[in-house]
Nanobody, 127 residues
């Protein structure tokens, strides 16, 4: 099973920035889309963004466009989420994920059972 480990969460004031990292195990990291999701208590996990296998193509939820940036370093088996201009409504547990199937796609309709999840990292944005 692919192992994903998120880091970089914390407490930040509104308008501040954080960079999340997700380190993945495995020797075929470049064969997989990588996604970032977030979840608040009582809610389903929402897709934040996706970066495709080669890194040139990305997708972002409307709520984070212009503020968040996804990147990946396939040589380091790591995907990043740079979060700028943070708002209190960005407060959530952030998870990275990859499709269980090589070359599989990740989008807003991807089922939770179809991906491997990291353990999550808490991001709290104060007013």
């Amino acid at each position: 099973q692919v192992q994903l480990v998120e880091s970089g969460g914390g407490l930040v004031q509104a308008g501040g920035s954080l960079r999340l990292s997700c380190a993945a195990s495995g020797r075929f990291f470049s064969r997989y889309d990588m996604g970032w999701f977030r979840q608040t208590p009582g809610k389903e996990r929402d897709l934040v963004g996706v970066i495709r296998r080669t890194g040139e193509s990305t997708y972002y939820a409307d709520s984070v466009k212009g503020r968040f940036t996804i990147s990946r370093d396939n040589a380091k088996n790591t995907v990043y989420l740079q979060m700028n201009s943070l708002k209190p409504e960005d407060t959530a547990v952030y998870y990275c994920a990859t499709n269980k199937m090589p070359y599989g796609r990740i989008d807003a309709k991807t089922l939770s059972s179809d991906v491997f999840w990291g353990q999550g990292t808490q991001v709290t944005v104060s007013s």
